[in-house]
Structure formats: structure tokens, C-alpha cells
């Protein structure tokens, strides 16, 4: 899922586009993207995009008349800049905004039809999507560590509750939590002042890093590769391979469609975590610590 780097990238380069142009025609695609029927979506036909925001991992274009469209991608949800009239594959096209400069496409892979787009008019209406997460970089110490304790819960679900904060998703908090040296199942209550000074630079660091990053391949275009596996990145989507730091191979967890990567060596001294699936499947068999696992292995 496109989180606070991928969005804030998208909105700066499409303020390029489309600050000031006028939405000369709405084409939907599918049948079950549009999630509001009041306002009309033909209502904003005509209007011009007078701003872009981000709330959470949604993009708001505001348009004249206090109009809002908001648009989710969710997990395979991307965008395309195209000339205008572009056309669009309908196996992956949601729908198409067509502007007086150009056509943006909205497209989602996959069979799990998960995007959304929402027409809202009205600041009142538009808090409604507003979860009350807490923006990181625009954040003290003192107010970060305040939300950080407000609720007792692991560092990872902390770091990706979006009534905590904002814009952190499954990929950035693994990457995040690396940084900081410390576990995804650490409670958040724990944390001792260096931890939690630690884990707000990590934050901080990681999502600016990022963010320059995706800047740096978007150039002058809207991003066009955006994915939750990159390369570049230190434990996610790297199980099994060489942690940067120390070189012991990366550990996850899996839970439900997601999974957590760590360094046991970096993050959990040594230790491996369990395994919802697999650690009772294997019991007694399965591995305490990365030594007794490199042993077997070997």
C-alpha cells in the first residue's frame, strides 16, 4: 500500500499537473469505485483543482465550491499521467479524470477490487475521513512519545494504528523499527527514554529518506514504481537474506496477508519470534534463537 512517501511524492508531482486545471470530464470504469452517490459526481465536472492534500495514505483533491474528492489507493491502486484522451485497459482501469492538459489515470492490478473514491462537499464532511493519526514529521519528542504510550500495545502495531499516526504502513514501520534497533513486539509502555527518543529519530529519518528517494526516480513524472518491496530496503520483504548492519539472515512473522521482517540479531538480541502458523505447528521443534537456527541449518 502507497504510504507517506509514495503519497507525498504523488501529490507534489501532481500539483504540477493539475493546480488550477479544469476537470473537463469524469470516466469511471468500474462499477464499484465510487463509493458516494450525494454530491454527484458530475458535480465537480468543470471545476478547478485549486489544491491537493494528503489525510493519511488518501490523496484530497479540492475543488471549487468546497468540493472534495478523495481517493484511497489501497494496496495495488496507482496512478498514470497520459495525454488527453488517453485511453485505458479496462482489466486494471478504475477510472480516468481528464483534464485540460492531460488525462489521470487511476488503475488497480489484481482481482481484489480495494480503492476507493469518495466526493464529499464541505470541510465537516471531509474530517469524516480524517482518522486522527499523528504526523511524525511536523512533531515534537514530547507529543510523539505521548501517543507512542497512550495505548499499550507491539511497536509494530503502534507504528501502523492510523489513530496513532499517520501514513506508516507495513513496509516503512519494518524499516522503521530496524532503524531504531528494536523489536516489532516490544510494548510501546516499555520503552525506556533512549528507546523512544531512538524510535522517533528512526521515524523521522527513515520516512525524510524515502521521501527524497522516491523524489529522486519520479523526477519531472508521477512515480512510476511504487511498491512496498524495494531493493534498497534493509529487512523488508528481505527474509532470509543478509541484514546490512550485521549480516545475519533477516526473520519475519506472518499474520493474515501481512508479514514482519526484523534482524534478530540487531533487533531482538538473538532471539526469534514467534510465529503464529508456524511455531505452533512446530512446537517444541521450532527454533529459539538465530544460533540454534544457523546450527540446524547448517
Known sequence: MPEYPDITVYIERLRDFIIQQRLEKIRLLSPFFLRTVVPAIDSIKGQKVEDLKRIGKRIVFCFSDDFYLVLHLMVSGRLQWKERGAA????????????????LLI??????KRASLHLVRGLENLAEFDRGGLNILNASLEKFSARVMSENHTLKRTLTDPRLFDGIGNSYSDEILHAARLSPVKLSRTLSDEE???????????????????????????????????????????????????????????????????????????????????????????????????????
Open 88 to 103: 485505458v485497459n479496462r482489466k486494471i482501469g478504475l477510472a480516468v479524470l481528464d483534464f485540460e492538459n492531460g488525462a
Open 107 to 112: 488503475t488497480e492490478a489484481g482481482t481484489k
Open 196 to 298: 523512544m527518543a531512538r524510535l522517533y529519530f528512526a521515524c523521522r529519518s527513515q520516512l525524510e529518506l524515502w521521501t527524497n528517494r522516491l523524489r529522486k526516480e519520479a523526477g519531472d513524472g508521477l512515480p512510476k514504481k511504487v511498491t512496498a518491496f524495494r531493493s534498497d530496503m534493509a529487512v523488508h520483504g528481505k527474509y532470509n537474506q543478509p541484514c546490512p548492519i550485521c549480516g545475519t539472515a533477516v526473520q519475519r512473522i506472518r499474520y493474515a496477508d501481512n508479514e514482519t521482517n526484523y534482524c534478530p540479531r540487531c533487533q531482538t538480541h538473538g532471539k526469534l519470534l514467534l510465529d503464529r502458523s508456524l511455531s505452533r505447528l512446530l512446537k517444541q521443534d521450532w527454533p529459539r534463537t538465530i544460533e540454534e537456527l544457523e546450527n540446524r541449518t547448517k
